[in-house]
């Protein structure tokens, strides 16, 4: 595939996929552009098309695209999205699935707190064995991508703590879910820094768009006890999810 055409692919990702950052702190001020952007798949967050040779040059990748089915009209196709994450991603399918493994095992022991809207939650805290720091910012750069597909559901306090959980009280097939974000593509590092920059960009024209929208936005997450009664920030037995021999990607 040409490289222009895997990189219109991965700004299309990156549109997508910052719409779906849990909110922290400041953000909230800027909910209803969120929630704008996911309803939209993250469309005004492209960025300027450019001029008359840039937007022909983008219509060849487009129709590149389309012919190889990862593209539907403005839409990553399932396959689309599965390919460019496995381009980008730079996670091993092992490190996703113990981190999904873990947030199913706390979600059992009762390490949980209702959402509000049916989906119980469980403490970011708990799956990266961690209170603070990058080990954090890792869990969420592993399951933003889970969020966008509707796989799982991340809500945050209005202090900036995430919870994660499974969408839906149906069955959860742990191998499937982690085919879907890396699609058998091999990773490439030159491909995955043209991700962790248009990210951040199309974070920060979502949340400087200043549009008028109906919705009100995300409502921060009240805080009640645990299922279990555990406190949400004991980490007793709960070993960091990443070690010192893993890999440390860049994080958003």
Same mark, same amino acid.
């Given at each position: 595939?040409?490289?222009?055409?895997? %990189?219109? #692919?991965?700004?299309?990702?990156?549109?997508?996929?910052?719409?779906?950052?849990?909110?922290?702190?400041?953000?909230? /001020?800027?909910?209803?552009?969120?929630?704008?952007?996911?309803?939209? =798949?993250?469309?005004?967050?492209?960025?300027?098309?450019?001029?008359?040779?840039?937007?022909?040059?983008?219509?060849?990748?487009?129709?590149?695209?389309?012919?190889?089915?990862?593209l539907r009209g403005d839409t990553l196709t399932r396959e689309g999205k599965a390919a460019v994450r496995g381009w980008?991603?730079?996670?091993?399918?092992? !490190? #996703?699935?113990? %981190?999904?493994?873990?947030?199913?095992?706390?979600?059992?022991?009762?390490?949980?707190?209702?959402? =509000?809207?049916?989906?119980? #939650?469980?403490? !970011?805290?708990?799956?990266?064995?961690?209170?603070?720091?990058?080990?954090?910012? #890792?869990?969420?750069?592993?399951?933003?991508?889970?969020?966008?597909?509707?796989?799982?559901? =991340?809500?945050?306090?209005?202090?900036?703590?995430?919870?994660?959980?499974?969408?839906?009280?149906?069955?959860?097939?742990?191998?499937?879910?982690?085919?879907?974000?890396?699609? =058998?593509?091999? $990773?490439?590092?030159?491909?995955?820094?043209?991700?962790? &920059?248009? $990210?951040?960009?199309?974070?920060?024209?979502?949340l400087a768009d200043n549009e008028k929208y109906q919705e009100i936005g995300e409502i921060p997450l009240v805080v009640?006890s645990l299922a279990s009664g555990r406190e949400h920030h004991d980490l007793t037995d709960i070993e960091p999810l990443? &070690?010192? /021999?893993?890999?440390?990607?860049?994080?958003?």
């Amino acid at each position: 595939m040409n490289s222009s055409t895997q %990189a219109m #692919l991965i700004r299309r990702l990156a549109a997508l996929e910052a719409a779906w950052k849990p909110l922290r702190g400041h953000e909230w /001020s800027s909910g209803a552009a969120i929630c704008e952007a996911r309803r939209t =798949g993250g469309v005004r967050a492209w960025g300027e098309s450019g001029d008359a040779r840039h937007r022909k040059a983008d219509q060849r990748s487009r129709d590149e695209a389309m012919a190889s089915g990862f593209l539907r009209g403005d839409t990553l196709t399932r396959e689309g999205k599965a390919a460019v994450r496995g381009w980008v991603m730079p996670f091993s399918p092992v !490190e #996703l699935e113990r %981190a999904i493994f873990r947030l199913s095992d706390h979600l059992a022991a009762g390490d949980y707190m209702p959402s =509000g809207d049916g989906c119980n #939650l469980v403490p !970011e805290v708990f799956i990266a064995g961690a209170d603070w720091g990058v080990a954090i910012a #890792l869990v969420q750069r592993l399951f933003v991508p889970l969020i966008a597909d509707g796989v799982l559901i =991340g809500r945050t306090t209005f202090s900036g703590r995430a919870f994660y959980g499974f969408a839906g009280d149906g069955p959860v097939d742990i191998p499937s879910i982690v085919a879907s974000v890396f699609g =058998g593509e091999k $990773f490439d590092a030159r491909l995955a820094d043209i991700y962790d &920059t248009e $990210f951040p960009l199309c974070r920060r024209r979502i949340l400087a768009d200043n549009e008028k929208y109906q919705e009100i936005g995300e409502i921060p997450l009240v805080v009640e006890s645990l299922a279990s009664g555990r406190e949400h920030h004991d980490l007793t037995d709960i070993e960091p999810l990443f &070690t010192d /021999s893993d890999s440390t990607p860049k994080t958003h």
